[in-house]
């Protein structure tokens, strides 16, 4: 039975009452209470793998440094480019001191690391960092330091951010230094692989789609310009405030279904093709052999994944596209998708995508969604780290979300191995229990 029939025969279960909302005629369920999802100092792990010559310096507390060490693992043979200016109550007795120090402290690690063209200052949420103004931190810097380096400031904090969340405020705070451009150019949004990179600029070639740009870039000095003539595909479903500020400065997303299995790749890749006026066999005869790929290693999962009882708790903002993958490509049955926040500008065209009676549910409250989730007993649930290991401990099988961020899972080549990141677990349990 899904969460939705159990409303039907249930309407008035407390903290279990979606509304149909308006315009998807779908139900929403939404919830406020405790959450159980990492803070946005965790997006530092694959945004300094993606911008090769920016600094992430962390203002907080050893509750900060122990996460993003243990988090990113302790790198022994290379300098990294991340790290911690821990505060102590020693720091909040003398404000004025505490900028002294964390000026001092970015100027020496700046001479040190030469070859570091942006620097970030990551807030975070110790009363000790909120107390200090990073952003005039920044400006100081950057009067000091600037065009050799760039200091930009954005928010970390586990009060204020979810772990994509945190990639989202890093691109929305460079989005000020981007130049101006005129031209008619294709900028996608969102951190990628290099590898998923290269491979959606090779299509977009073959296409006739250009020029292309990545933001964010894989260098501090080679920034997309944008204005009036940049078209935005979005590539991960959780830079919403980036995109905004795009649009605030001109430019126009394009609406699309996010890159995530081989129908998800053809919709998306075909929302550029439009704007760009590209021949429809022309459009077919660059991606049909490239789909029929990814439904060929798709299928290699299907058996396994079809009919299985699905539940997403909220955790990465990418539950709705990977829903409507895993139901439209593979047959899954989705119990509930749980999504932290329900950006509508950012899932427009993935919400009617969805079969009719999903249940979508908004925020958290933790202990109604357990309950829920015990109740409907599903065949996997994606859910945060920390979640994961006492439900596998009362037998559920679980997939942890985060690792979503960092596998290469966009595009036609991806699409077999992202189907497998779901399959896994399963097969696996299968075995186990053979
Ligand atoms: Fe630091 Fe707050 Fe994240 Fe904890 S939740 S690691 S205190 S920013």
Same mark, same amino acid.
């Given at each position: 039975?899904?969460?939705?029939?159990?409303?039907? @025969?249930?309407?008035?279960?407390?903290?279990?009452?979606?509304?149909?909302?308006? &315009?998807? @005629?779908?139900?929403?369920?939404?919830?406020?209470?405790?959450?159980?999802?990492?803070?946005?100092?965790?997006?530092?792990?694959? *945004?300094?793998?993606?911008?090769?010559?920016?600094?992430?310096?962390?203002?907080?507390?050893?509750?900060? $440094?122990?996460?993003?060490?243990? $988090?990113?693992?302790?790198?022994?043979?290379?300098?990294?480019?991340?790290?911690?200016?821990? #505060?102590?109550?020693?720091?909040?007795?003398?404000?004025?001191?505490? +900028?002294?120090?964390?000026?001092?402290?970015?100027?020496? #690690?700046?001479?040190?690391?030469?070859?570091?063209?942006? #620097?970030?200052?990551?807030? +975070?949420?110790?009363?000790?960092?909120?107390?200090?103004?990073?952003?005039?931190?920044?400006?100081?810097?950057?009067?000091? !330091?600037?065009?050799?380096?760039?200091?930009? =400031?954005?928010?970390?904090?586990?009060?204020?951010?979810?772990?994509?969340?945190?990639?989202?405020?890093?691109?929305?705070?460079?989005?000020? @230094?981007?130049?101006?451009?005129?031209?008619?150019?294709?900028?996608?949004?969102?951190?990628?692989?290099?590898?998923?990179?290269?491979?959606?600029?090779?299509?977009?070639?073959?296409?006739?789609?250009?020029?292309?740009?990545?933001?964010?870039? %894989?260098?501090?000095?080679?920034?997309?310009?944008?204005?009036?003539?940049?078209?935005? *595909?979005?590539?991960?479903?959780? =830079?919403?405030?980036?995109?905004?500020?795009?649009? @605030? %400065?001109? $430019?126009?997303?394009?609406?699309?279904?996010?890159?995530?299995?081989?129908?998800?790749? &053809?919709?998306?890749?075909?929302?550029?093709?439009?704007?760009?006026?590209?021949?429809?066999?022309?459009?077919?005869?660059?991606?049909?052999?490239?789909?029929?790929?990814? !439904?060929?290693?798709? +299928?290699?999962?299907?058996?396994?994944?079809?009919?299985?009882?699905?539940?997403?708790?909220?955790?990465?903002?990418?539950?709705?596209?990977?829903?409507?993958?895993?139901?439209?490509?593979?047959?899954?049955?989705?119990?509930?998708?749980?999504?932290?926040?329900?950006? %509508?500008?950012?899932?427009?065209?993935?919400?009617?995508?969805?079969?009719?009676?999903?249940?979508? +549910?908004?925020?958290?409250?933790?202990?109604?969604?357990?309950?829920? #989730?015990?109740?409907?007993?599903?065949?996997? &649930?994606?859910?945060?780290?920390?979640?994961?290991?006492?439900?596998?401990?009362?037998?559920?099988?679980?997939?942890?979300?985060?690792?979503?961020?960092? &596998?290469?899972?966009?595009?036609?080549?991806?699409?077999?191995?992202?189907?497998?990141?779901?399959?896994?677990?399963?097969?696996?349990?299968?075995? *186990?229990?053979?």
């Amino acid at each position: 039975m899904t969460g939705l029939a159990s409303l039907a @025969a249930d309407p008035v279960k407390p903290g279990f009452a979606p509304v149909i909302d308006k &315009t998807t @005629a779908k139900p929403i369920l939404r919830e406020r209470g405790q959450r159980e999802v990492f803070c946005g100092l965790t997006s530092i792990i694959w *945004l300094h793998r993606k911008m090769q010559d920016a600094f992430f310096l962390v203002v907080g507390s050893r509750t900060c $440094a122990h996460l993003v060490q243990s $988090a990113a693992g302790v790198m022994i043979f290379a300098e990294p480019r991340f790290g911690t200016a821990i #505060l102590t109550d020693r720091d909040l007795a003398g404000l004025t001191d505490a +900028s002294d120090e964390l000026d001092r402290i970015c100027v020496t #690690l700046l001479e040190r690391r030469p070859d570091i063209t942006t #620097l970030f200052l990551v807030g +975070s949420c110790p009363s000790e960092v909120i107390k200090l103004d990073l952003g005039k931190a920044a400006e100081r810097l950057n009067a000091r !330091l600037f065009p050799k380096v760039r200091v930009l =400031n954005y928010s970390g904090s586990g009060i204020e951010t979810t772990f994509t969340q945190g990639e989202d405020n890093a691109l929305k705070s460079m989005v000020p @230094a981007l130049p101006v451009t005129d031209d008619k150019q294709l900028l996608i949004v969102g951190c990628l692989p290099d590898i998923v990179e290269d491979q959606f600029k090779r299509q977009l070639e073959q296409l006739g789609i250009g020029p292309v740009c990545f933001f964010p870039s %894989r260098r501090g000095n080679q920034l997309p310009a944008v204005g009036p003539n940049t078209q935005i *595909l979005a590539a991960q479903p959780y =830079n919403g405030e980036t995109i905004r500020a795009l649009i @605030a %400065r001109g $430019a126009n997303l394009l609406a699309a279904p996010y890159p995530f299995g081989a129908a998800g790749t &053809t919709a998306w890749l075909a929302a550029a093709a439009t704007q760009w006026g590209v021949n429809p066999a022309h459009f077919r005869q660059v991606t049909q052999a490239l789909e029929e790929r990814a !439904l060929k290693g798709i +299928s290699k999962h299907r058996e396994q994944l079809r009919g299985k009882r699905l539940f997403f708790m909220p955790d990465s903002q990418l539950e709705i596209p990977l829903a409507r993958f895993l139901q439209n490509e593979l047959g899954v049955e989705l119990i509930e998708v749980g999504t932290p926040y329900l950006d %509508r500008q950012m899932v427009a065209a993935e919400l009617p995508l969805l079969p009719p009676g999903v249940l979508i +549910s908004e925020g958290q409250h933790l202990d109604k969604q357990l309950d829920r #989730l015990r109740e409907a007993k599903p065949d996997l &649930t994606v859910c945060g780290l920390g979640l994961a290991n006492p439900l596998e401990g009362e037998g559920f099988v679980t997939k942890w979300s985060i690792e979503l961020v960092f &596998t290469p899972i966009h595009g036609y080549d991806q699409a077999a191995d992202l189907a497998e990141v779901f399959a896994r677990p399963i097969n696996r349990r299968e075995l *186990l229990s053979a």
